[in-house]
């Protein structure tokens, strides 16, 4: 079968997530910095280290059959690829922001302004959409600092904590588009099997970064309420203990609820709660 070719990002903000992305999918590869492009050696992959920028392209041109990256450099590339599937990191909003002491009010405000991004057609489109004229410049990095040295009235970039935003004397403006990493493949090679086993690998990576095992420890009379407790788990495991009238629960429940249904499994009579990370759930 012919190997598959999947394309993430060199360095920068996404290039570690996917490197361990890949990894907890059971794949072995090096990951040489200098390399560009490595032989995973259990499974026919071979990862291409690029700039995030060109690959939306090389996968919509077939150079690289599927590829990792924000969902806002596939909206600046405007390429023809599939969603294959949300990966969860690299969240962040692409943000107007405009300097702290500005008495900016609404949108209608920057008609005339010259506005600094490294996404020009993001920001293009949406100043079509909300009909204002405004003069965009775009620099290819260290967008915050355009106000200060007087290149721009206000700029459009990636927000994550505010951080960046705050250090240059800036406040949010306006929400653009909210972004994540996604996988992304060519158009009519979805149901290609090579692919479809990767993505059967990384949803279980997923879905059991999102759940956590629980091992607790219960008096048989307390059994019906905890057991009540343990709502969308299919079906407990119940365990006799060497302690007469106790038994051990096993389940899997899900991490965001996770503090609550402890507190309520304990307040409930369990015992010896033990929590424990998954590292793949296959449905
Ligand atoms: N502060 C952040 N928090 C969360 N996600 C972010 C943040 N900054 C960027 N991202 C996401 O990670 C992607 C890569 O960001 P990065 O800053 O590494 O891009 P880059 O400098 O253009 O990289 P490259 O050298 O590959 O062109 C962005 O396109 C965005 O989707
Ligand atoms: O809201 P924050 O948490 O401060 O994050 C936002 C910053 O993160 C990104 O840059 P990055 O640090 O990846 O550097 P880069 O500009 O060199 O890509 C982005 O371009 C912002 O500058
Ligand atoms: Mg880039």
């Not at 996968?59 to 924000?70: F, K, N, P, R, T």
């Not at 700029?155 to 909210?178: C, E, H, Q, W, Y």
Request: some cysteine; overall charge negative.
């Amino acid at each position: 079968m012919k190997t598959l070719k999947i394309a993430i990002q060199k360095s920068g903000r996404l290039n570690e997530k996917s490197v361990e992305l890949l990894k907890n999918c059971g794949l072995s590869f090096e990951n040489y910095k200098s390399s560009l492009i490595s032989t995973v050696s259990n499974f026919p992959l071979e990862i291409l280290f690029l700039r995030d920028d060109d690959i939306p392209e090389y996968v919509q041109d077939g150079i690289a059959d599927i590829g990792l990256v924000g969902e806002n450099v596939i909206a600046e590339t405007n390429v023809e690829v599939t969603y294959l599937q949300r990966l969860g990191f690299g969240k962040c909003t692409l943000k107007i922001a405009v300097p702290k002491d500005s008495n900016y009010k609404n949108i209608a405000d920057l008609d005339g302004k010259a506005i600094a991004t490294s996404y020009p057609v993001i920001l293009q489109n949406f100043l079509d959409k909300e009909n204002i004229k405004a003069d965009v410049k775009t620099i290819s990095g260290s967008v915050e600092i355009a106000p200060g040295l007087g290149l721009a009235d206000a700029i459009f970039d990636i927000v994550s904590t505010g951080g960046t935003l705050r250090s240059n004397g800036l406040m949010p403006f306006a929400d653009v588009m909210k972004s994540e990493a996604i996988l992304i493949g060519r158009k009519g090679e979805e149901n290609n099997p090579l692919i479809l086993e990767l993505l059967q690998r990384i949803q279980s990576v997923m879905r059991a970064k999102e759940t956590k095992y629980v091992v607790l420890n219960v008096a048989k009379v307390n059994l019906d309420k905890i057991l009540a407790l343990l709502p969308g788990v299919k079906s407990p495991s119940v365990l006799p203990l060497a302690e007469d009238g106790w038994v051990a629960v096993h389940t899997v429940i899900p991490e965001r609820d996770f503090w609550s249904h402890i507190n309520e499994l304990k307040a409930a009579g369990a015992q010896g709660i033990v929590v424990m990370p998954i590292e793949k759930i296959i449905l």
